[in-house]
């Protein structure tokens, strides 16, 4: 299984950053699929997830109005729109496919994830 995002890179604060996550290898059942980010020294933290038919979909709240997580018609890609950038969104953005269809309760437990990307960096400067 391949899961690959891609995207990333240094915005001004205010700009956007469209992200993208290409899954392979994985046809064996339905899955939701998250987003999370990291920067050095903090936790992974949880952004948006999205379920497997697109009926659920759950934000962190510092990315509350600002972001937009969809899936490809395919279900195996998957996107985020990140509007009004601020220098607080930069860290290390990580794609990941969840073992369930739906995002859980919490969604943003990484206890939930089956399979990690590498991460596509996001730096935002004020």
């Known amino acids: 299984v391949q899961v690959v995002e891609s995207g990333g890179g240094q915005v001004q604060a205010g700009g956007t950053l469209r992200l993208s996550c290409a899954v392979s290898?994985?046809?064996?059942?339905?899955?939701?699929m998250a987003w999370f980010r990291q920067t050095p020294g903090k936790e992974r933290e949880g952004v948006a997830c999205?379920?497997?038919?697109?009926?659920?979909?759950q934000y962190g709240d510092s990315v509350k109005g600002r972001f937009d997580i969809s899936r490809g018609n395919d279900k195996n890609t998957l996107y985020l729109q990140m509007d009004s950038l601020k220098p607080e969104d930069t860290a290390m953005y990580y794609c990941a496919t969840e073992w369930s269809v739906d995002c859980g309760t919490p969604w943003s437990r990484e206890s939930g994830v089956r399979y990690w990307g590498q991460g596509t960096q996001v730096t935002v400067s004020s």
């Open positions: 999205i379920s497997w038919s697109g009926t659920n979909i």
């Open positions: 290898g994985l046809n064996s059942s339905p899955y939701a």
